[in-house]
């Protein structure tokens, strides 16, 4: 299986912070990378698809990068909705597999 | 607008099955492949199996492969998923999600609301 891994496993900025999360993975899976929101009690939400897509209604805040096992997900400036935790997944091979997550916090 | 309905919450006692189901709606159920993902404290987010609900055809992650099946009824738009032999490692939110693209399963654009599952004796 293709392991991702997340940094940082938490982070904490304030609002208007421009925020990077990196996500690499254990062997080259071009693109094929997923970034997703989750709140409290929600599901996850898809915010980017082949590693640099946006999904359609998600704030052009969010820009996703990379390819081959290095990845990041920026936001340009950060907003109180946008507390949360963040999880990169491959869908290069099977079985797909999701990182540990980064935990979004405001300073 | 689309929406993955699931069954609610369950208890169970270790060496017993459970069977969660996902109802879909706002879509044509079967372009588009459902997938199972589980949540847990410790493991995080783990993906379980998908089913292509046209053909009825599934794929199980090796970890799952021996007590998982995955199964859907189109003639209700709703998918299924049966766990056996649970174990208090099995305790955790399960979800439904879609595959955003045709054909194609590995994008999850829309989930199901959770269902939590406990084991305990």
């Known amino acids: 299986d293709i392991q991702m891994t997340q940094s940082p496993s938490s982070l904490s900025a304030s609002v208007g912070d421009r925020v990077t999360i990196t996500c690499q993975a254990s062997?080259?899976?071009?693109?094929?990378l997923n970034w997703y929101q989750q709140k409290p009690g929600k599901p996850p939400k898809l915010l980017i698809y082949d590693a640099s897509n946006l999904e359609t209604g998600v704030p052009s805040r969010f820009s996703g990068s990379g390819s081959g096992t290095d990845f990041t997900v920026t936001i340009s400036s950060l907003q109180p909705e946008d507390i949360a935790t963040y999880y990169c997944q491959q869908y290069d091979n099977l079985p797909y597999t999701f990182g540990q997550g980064t935990k979004l916090e405001i300073k | 607008q689309v929406q993955l309905v699931q069954s609610g919450a369950e208890v169970k006692k270790p060496g017993a099955s459970v069977k969660v189901s996902c109802k879909a709606s706002g879509y044509a159920f079967t372009d588009k492949y459902l997938n199972w993902v589980r949540q847990t404290p410790g493991q995080g987010l783990q993906w379980m199996g998908r089913?292509?609900?046209?053909?009825?055809?599934?794929y199980y992650a090796q970890e799952f492969q021996d007590r998982l099946t995955l199964t859907r009824d189109t003639s209700i738009t709703t998918a299924y998923m049966d766990l056996s032999g649970l174990t208090s490692d099995d305790t955790a939110i399960y979800y439904c999600a879609r595959g955003k693209f045709e054909w194609f399963s590995g994008n999850f654009d829309f989930w199901g609301q959770g269902t939590l599952v406990t084991v305990s004796s």
């Open positions: 089913i292509n609900p046209d053909t009825g055809d599934t």
């Open positions: 062997q080259d899976i071009n693109k094929f």
